[in-house]
T-cell receptor, first 111, second 112 residues
């Protein structure tokens, strides 16, 4: 079985631009969560979606948004990029009674 | 979710047991202890979780004190590939809300 897949793996953007990151969960998992991990810190929770509805949101500005599609894949969008948005963005999927499984992440660099 | 406290770093000799402690003195009755690890630049990997009984799987053992205020993750025979940041997380299990609150974790370095 395929694990959680994220695309792209690496991305370089300029300040002020917009970025879309994508995540495909493990087959059968209906919940997708997004995390931001800056260098030297643990991952920080951004969003959780379950059955296409937002179930949780972390302390991030409105520039961050996400959505989940009928096939349970998800997108994370970040507008008006700042240098401080440079980080590893992680997606995790989970089933009703299973643990969270993480993808390998997207490394975003804002220049 | 209850807060956890872990040492910043630990060393272990290859082939020896690695014992990683975690304090979670404010844990609630319905909260589980989870352990994840993150090898450099990869996504976190689930290791084990438990409520109050000791748990063991193919990767590790989890020992939870009787008062549930602390726990220890045990890697019985550490290898160089076990070098990683280990995160101890407390959360309520199950349901449709799945949020993990990561701290800074413990950097375990396994030395040859």
């Amino acid at each position: 079985d395929a694990g959680v897949t994220q695309s792209p793996t690496h991305l370089i953007k300029t300040r002020g631009q917009h970025v879309t990151l994508r995540c495909s969960p493990i087959s059968g998992h209906k919940s997708v969560s997004w995390y931001q991990q800056v260098l030297g810190q643990g991952p920080q929770f951004i969003f959780q979606y379950y059955e296409k509805e937002e179930r949780g949101r972390g302390n991030f500005p409105d520039r961050f948004s996400a959505r989940q599609f009928p096939n349970y894949s998800s997108e994370l969008n970040v507008n008006a990029l700042l240098l401080g948005d440079s980080a590893l963005y992680l997606c995790a999927s989970s089933g009703q009674e299973t643990e969270a499984f993480f993808g390998q992440g997207t490394r975003l660099t804002v220049v | 979710d209850a807060k956890t406290t872990q040492p910043t770093s630990m060393d272990c000799a290859e082939g020896r047991a690695a014992n990683l402690p975690c304090n979670h003195s404010t844990i609630s009755g319905n909260e589980y202890v989870y352990w994840y690890r993150q090898i450099h630049s990869q996504g976190p990997q689930y290791i084990i979780h438990g409520l109050k009984n000791n748990e063991t799987n193919e990767m590790a053992s989890l020992i939870i004190t009787e008062d549930r205020k602390s726990s220890t993750l045990i890697l019985p025979h550490a290898t160089l590939r076990d070098t990683a940041v280990y995160y101890c997380i407390v959360r309520a299990a199950g349901g449709s809300n799945y949020k993990l609150t990561f701290g800074k974790g413990t950097l375990l370095t396994v030395n040859p």
